[in-house]
């Protein structure tokens, strides 16, 4: 079975922008194209107050208007070049139904719309693209619906000191993504690694430590050069001109929106960390604390 990319189809969440991307992603790849809406709100009318028949009724024309959305952009990117399927589901969860297609399908990458999500959502862990950033096992292309330029700016965000990531896998992958996506587009691909700087922590630590004066300056230039070391190997292992390599001071989740918004970023690449029981539940990866505040599209690559 040929390789697909799955389009998540969601009305209200750039279907077109959706669609024009992942179609262009399996041209790219040589892959098929499946499109995807899923809606499992039609099986509440079983249990509506409504009449059985109105019910029905109102069902069969929510489905009728999805049917004519999914196949109207199915028909607007066929090509010659793809080989294009639209399903549409009514009977599980948008992201267990997202899951399970992507296995079927073999799917190469997972394309979905995204906007901001409420704090409620934040807090409740239950939304749709948290869940995929959690348990797909393919990346994830979030798409904000925002056009991307002819030589887009690709921003890898790593972390070469591994800290969540022992075996140093996820930064090689962000790296081939960003290379593979710069070569297709003849984008410029920069990375960029942020780490917390001690003097932000010194002054708690002092007020705890009394009769202790720590050398906060001189640990933290330490910490800065050795980071700067293994961010430059990085590059150097990758062959990446060391202009286009970046370190800044701060917490991730700030500093890569900012960094994105001044340099333009069409799309970052950032890693999604496995995790499993209590910290699946409970710890927001860096890819969700951002997710709202970035401005561009995000790819989400695994470490498994």
């Known amino acids: 079975m040929n390789k697909s990319v799955l389009a998540i189809i969601e009305p209200d969440v750039f279907p077109g922008d959706v669609a024009n991307r992942a179609a262009w992603l399996a041209i790219q790849y040589g ?3 499946e499109l995807l809406l899923c809606d499992p709100m039609l099986t509440l009318f079983g249990d509506s107050f409504i009449a059985a028949s109105e019910a029905q009724q109102l ?5 009728q208007t999805q049917l004519e959305l999914i ?5 607007s990117i066929s090509s010659s070049k793809l080989n294009v399927t639209a399903t549409v589901l009514h009977d599980r969860q ?3 139904a997202i899951i399970s297609k992507a296995a079927d399908c073999d799917a190469l990458f997972v ?8 704090r409620a959502d934040r807090a409740a862990f239950t939304y749709t693209d948290w ?3 959690r348990k797909i096992k393919c990346p994830v292309w979030l798409v904000k619906g925002r056009e991307w330029r002819e030589h887009p700016v690709i921003v890898g965000a790593v972390d070469p000191t591994h800290h969540h990531d022992p075996k140093a896998v996820i930064d090689q992958k962000i790296v081939e993504a960003g290379k593979t996506l710069a070569a297709m587009t003849d984008g410029k691909l920069l990375l960029l690694h942020t780490y917390q700087r001690l003097v932000e922590i010194g002054s708690r630590a002092m007020k705890a430590i009394n009769s202790t004066k720590l050398p906060i300056d001189e640990i933290d230039r330490k910490v800065r050069e050795s980071h700067r070391r293994q961010l430059d190997a990085l590059a150097a292992t990758n062959n990446l001109a060391l202009d286009d390599v970046h370190q800044l001071p701060g917490r991730t989740q700030e500093i890569l929106p900012a960094f994105a918004r ?3 970023a069409d799309i970052v690449i950032m890693g999604a960390i496995a995790r499993t029981g209590l910290k699946r539940l409970v710890l927001g990866s860096t890819a969700e604390q951002v997710l709202d ?3 561009c599209d995000i790819l989400l690559v695994r470490d498994d």
Do not use: E, N
């Open 293 to 295: 505040h970035l401005p």
């Open 59 to 63: 069902a069969d024309g929510i489905q």
């Open 131 to 133: 869940r995929l950033i």
């Open 71 to 75: 196949g109207g952009i199915a028909a």
């Open 262 to 264: 001044s340099h333009g």
């Open 31 to 33: 892959c098929d194209l």
């Open 111 to 118: 394309v979905k719309g995204t906007s901001f999500h409420s």
């Open 94 to 96: 948008m992201a267990d």
